[in-house]
């Protein structure tokens, strides 16, 4: 008989401190209710133990310990497998939203219980994402964010690229096709969401629904620091964007985003290239472990 047992991909930068005790303790409940964890610290040793069919017998789950982006890492590289989000990053949106929290014991009780649900996913040029995708402003910041990095990230590394952002960014209008319409709707920043949660605890696309089977997209039209800020502050308020400095909100399954110029697309956090580009949804592709 085959021992049920957890992967436990870890982001390598979580392993001192505060993070390592976490994932110490994740272990220890696991133990004590009659689960094998398995650690993997290494991405490809992961990669080779679930690459045959016995190497997965008896696996429960993979459980993703970092944050945001270690999540999409193990989605994207295992398609199929129940993932079990742990947050150990810098602002764990996604956890926040299920309301998972960094208690090892309380993450136990979730696997054994096995209560999970399914999610759509978000897919651009072949790569998964299971929040949102923006072109513009804030990939701007992403990419500036990313080429700096040295190590873990922190809330503190996006302050200079903000900055630089701010004061340098030209605001390349996007073209945005909706399924099959031929008629494009242009804007300075684009958000596509499948999840109605962002950093900070911001709401950019507030309806969006992971179980629709639809992408929430939001096209900001003006554009300019100023215009921003305005946006900016109707999120904050919880009002829908105001006269003056209106969006458009639509639906759809599938987006092309076109440009004259160039502009950057973020996935999740992370940077992923520029425009063109297309999107669309995968439906019931992502099942979660849960509370």
Known sequence: MTRTWVAIQRNPNSGTGRKKARILGLIQALRRHGIRPRLYSRREQLDEQLRTEAGREGLLCIVAAGG???????????????????????ENVLCKYLRITDDGEMVAEMIVRHHWREFDLGQINGRRFTMMASAGFDGDVVHRVHQARRGNITKLAYMKPLWQTTFTYKFPLARVFFDDDPQPVSGSLVMVANLPCYGMGL????????????LDVGVFPEPGSMNLIGYGFDVLAGRQVQ??????????R??????????PVQIDGDPLGMTPCDIEVVPNAMRLIVP
């Open 243 to 252: 006269p003056g400095h209106d969006a458009v909100f639509r639906q759809a």
């Open 203 to 214: 709401r950019i696309v507030p309806h969006a629904n992971g179980n629709d089977g639809l």
């Open 254 to 263: 599938k987006i092309r985003l076109e440009s004259d110029s160039p502009v």
């Open 68 to 90: 945001d982006g270690t999540i999409a890492d193990v989605v994207n590289r295992f398609p199929g497998i129940t993932v079990c989000p742990f947050p150990l990053g810098t």
